[in-house]
């Protein structure tokens, strides 16, 4: 009590008068990146709780624990510096079919290595759509971009997801600038030179959003930025199937049994097999290099630094781990289905063969019986000493 005297001191006035509270706090030895912009200098009225202290991020994605790394230019705006924008990535389906979605998409659209170019949608967008069920978008509003989704990506999605996976950046344009990820910030300005001329876009459009010197700078960080957000999709799917099956050792522990039904373990096996097979399909995604950048080494950079900010391979490895746990309970189900048919199949087996032998006993068995014990006998005049009957 009187540690709380000497740390609060309180002087209450009445009625209209304000309440004054002074209050001793301890700096803390570390704050991190993300909680510094939520510590802010308060005044003797004003109360702060531990709770403004730490301040939840807006996101959890890897990129906003280096948030703070952006401050710098996002807090001091350049006459060649751009207005902040942002790039918004969505992944609604496990692919797009690619016959309908060249002919769904508008007809200025072209192909640049693995995806589709949009060089315009809306006010003052870009989109790149990829095959892998995501696209991502350039200086456009989430209300644009899910008219686009809506609009145009729906006919031709495989495998719709119930909820979009998002991942939203920002960038700015400052031509005295190199071309860098910064942050959760990325700036365009300076590229060097094609290695090889034929890396480039076959043509030009005539009214692109934005300048095509640093397309594929945008092509690549879209890419990374791509394959973060199908493998979210992943890790989702993933999470909700050992959700699903969280229960099953604690199960087997108490009871000796899966506490499944048939039928239920039979879906458990579907599922998993459904989210290897997805992963197998999307395998080129998250472990090879893509062949554009074996001969364009400053893509190659734009490429894996976007890829490292986002811990790609990290999470990769992570998702890896969690489904060799899985594979053990898939072999474990797959045990449990099969001593349970061998089970079922022993009784089946049993209770035929006791019916066979009831069977015979019925339809054989009086023959058997004289087999054992030998025929009846027959009464004979006489034998006995008894008189023959009268004729």
């Known amino acids: 009590m009187n540690v709380f005297r000497s740390t609060l001191r309180s002087s209450i006035r009445y009625r209209n008068e304000p309440i004054k509270l002074t209050t001793t706090l301890r700096p803390p030895t570390s704050i991190s990146p993300l909680n510094t912009t939520s510590f802010r ?15 939840k991020p807006k996101a959890s994605t890897p990129l906003r624990r280096t948030a703070s790394a952006s401050l710098p230019i996002r807090s001091n705006p350049t006459p060649t510096r751009s207005p902040i924008q942002p790039v918004l990535t969505f992944a609604t389906a496990e692919r797009y079919l690619p016959t309908r979605l060249r002919a769904h998409l508008p007809p200025y659209s072209q192909k640049l290595h693995d995806a589709w170019w949009v060089p315009r949608w809306g006010e003052c967008g870009e989109l790149f759509v990829f095959p892998n069920g995501s696209f991502v978008c350039w200086g456009m509003t ?34 005295n600038e190199k071309t860098r990820i910064q942050g959760d910030l990325i700036i365009l300005g300076r590229v060097a030179p094609l290695q090889d001329p034929e890396s480039a876009p076959a043509v030009h459009p005539p009214d692109p959003a934005l300048d095509n010197t640093t397309l594929l700078a945008r092509y690549a960080f879209s890419q990374a930025l791509s394959r973060s957000t199908t493998l979210a999709v992943l890790e989702e799917s993933l999470e909700d199937y050992l959700s699903s099956v969280a229960q099953l050792p604690h199960a087997l522990e108490k009871t000796g049994k899966p506490g499944l039904s048939r039928e239920a373990l039979t879906k458990k096996l579907g599922a998993l097999l459904k989210f290897r097979q997805g992963l197998n399909l999307n395998r080129e995604n998250f472990s090879d290099t893509p062949d554009l950048y074996w001969a364009e080494p400053e893509l190659e950079g734009f490429f894996k630094s976007m890829s490292g900010a986002l811990e790609v391979k990290s999470r990769t490895n992570a998702v890896n781990e969690k489904i060799t746990y899985a594979t053990e309970v898939q072999s474990i189900l797959r045990q449990l289905l099969t001593e349970s048919t061998a089970h079922r199949m022993e009784l089946v087996i049993i209770a035929l063969i006791a019916v066979e032998v009831i069977i015979a006993l019925i339809r054989d068995g009086p023959e058997l019986w004289h087999m054992v014990v030998g025929p009846p006998q027959k009464n004979h005049p006489g034998t006995d000493g008894s008189p023959s009957p009268a004729v």
Do not use: N, Y
């Open 41 to 55: 200098p308060f005044s003797d009225d004003r109360i702060v709780t531990s709770d403004t202290l730490k301040q």
């Open 142 to 175: 989430e209300e644009e971009a899910q008219l686009f989704a809506k609009k145009i990506l729906a006919p031709c999605e495989i495998g719709s997801l119930q909820e979009a996976e998002t991942e939203t950046l920002d960038f700015v344009t400052d031509p």
